[in-house]
């Protein structure tokens, strides 16, 4: 049986940096309430004429590199994503055509927070039987795009991003296991009203950005964060303690510190960016991941165990031999 290995990974933040002091000028709030209720100090905003295909393409390119492999050895890429640059095509497809890699299977997977681990478990299927080689396997958004500034509850915390990996076939894992669940009931604690079928022209103008009940995603993302990992551990008869690295979706400070203390991990072992990324949606997983690898952290041979929550709610673990 196949299994499937990272190769590479690379992330790629947009230039334009916001600050809280920067907030403090748009919305009534001060700098010390960010920090203490969500650990963020500054998030990155994509320009004004950057799309979600440009900030995956720059991820991309540098996780082919850390590869050592060229665009033409991909042949399968999948990209998750809730801020696609069109309706259609996908994003995945016109990353395909910017990396120039025709040919093989390339699509979005909306997952929202969750979209990476959501499309690592299906690049692993595909590597695992045999129905691709090499795969690129992005989380990319534009999250503040969906963003309503005037709301002081949601807009501190985003900002953009894209993270990618590139998956190769291997003889040993790699990819131990990936598990992934989702619970349509919690739709209204997290979601954007406005959208295609149900139409753009809604009677409020912030049906199109981001509405959350804060305070009950929050439970909701640590109970569940602790759950799957223990889930996932169990499963392979393992325990935090065989973990070298956790790499939680990069939601909330508090939310990545509750979720070490319910699960007895210490949190230097926990990898944490929130502080200058915010959260990146799909990104945040990826770009955590290649933070911690090019920073010399993350070993090869070590233990990592990755974590999506998002919108839906969505959720998944992947547990993944380095
Ligand atoms: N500055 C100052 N005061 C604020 C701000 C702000 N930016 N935002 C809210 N407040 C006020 C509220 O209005 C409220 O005031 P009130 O008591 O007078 O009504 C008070 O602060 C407390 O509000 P809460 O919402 O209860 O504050 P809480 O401690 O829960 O923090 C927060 C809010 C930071 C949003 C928190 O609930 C949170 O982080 N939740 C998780 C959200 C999250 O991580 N979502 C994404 C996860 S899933 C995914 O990534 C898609």
Redesign the pocket.
């Known amino acids: 049986m196949n299994y499937a290995r990272i190769v590479g990974t690379g992330g790629y933040l947009p230039e334009k940096v916001l600050t809280n002091a920067d907030l403090e000028q748009l919305?009534?709030?001060?700098a010390d309430?960010?920090v203490e209720?969500?650990g963020v100090e500054e998030r990155h905003i994509a320009a004004p004429d950057e799309t979600t295909c440009d900030l995956a393409e720059k991820a991309s390119r540098l996780a082919l590199q850390a590869a050592g492999l060229e665009p033409a050895d991909i042949d399968l890429i999948i990209l998750g994503t809730t801020t696609p640059d069109h309706v259609f095509p996908s994003v995945a497809t016109q990353l395909q055509h910017r990396l120039g890699c025709y040919g093989g299977p390339a699509f979005d997977v909306q997952a929202?927070?969750t979209g990476f681990v959501y499309a690592l478990d299906i690049a692993n299927r595909f590597i695992r039987t045999d129905a691709a080689k090499r795969a690129l396997v992005v989380g990319a958004d534009t999250f503040t795009r969906i963003i309503n500034w005037k709301d002081?509850?949601?807009c501190?915390?985003f900002g953009d991003g894209a993270g990618a990996v590139v998956l190769e076939a291997a003889d040993e894992p790699g990819i131990i296991d990936c598990q992934l669940g989702a619970d349509g009931r919690y739709k209204k604690l997290?979601w954007v009203p406005a959208g295609v079928s149900s139409g753009y022209e809604q009677t409020r103008e912030e049906a199109a950005f981001v509405e959350?009940r804060?305070?009950e995603?929050?439970k909701v993302?640590v109970t569940t964060l602790k759950d799957i990992a223990e889930r996932i551990l169990s499963a392979h008869q393992m325990t935090v303690a065989d973990v070298d690295w956790l790499i939680p979706?990069q939601?909330?400070r508090?939310?990545l510190a509750a979720t070490a203390k319910r699960l007895g991990l210490p949190e230097e072992r926990m990898v944490d960016c929130v502080r200058t990324h915010g959260?990146t949606?799909a990104a945040?997983v990826p770009l955590a991941l290649d933070v911690a690898v090019r920073d010399g952290r993350i070993q090869r041979g070590q233990t990592l165990l990755l974590e999506g929550?998002?919108?839906g709610f969505t959720w998944g673990a992947a547990l993944v031999k380095y």
Request: net charge positive; with cysteine; charged share 10%.
């Open positions: 919305i009534d709030t001060t309430w960010i209720r969500t929202v927070c002081r509850g949601t501190i915390l997290l959350m804060g305070s995603v929050f993302a979706h939601a909330n508090r939310i959260n949606s945040s929550f998002g919108g």
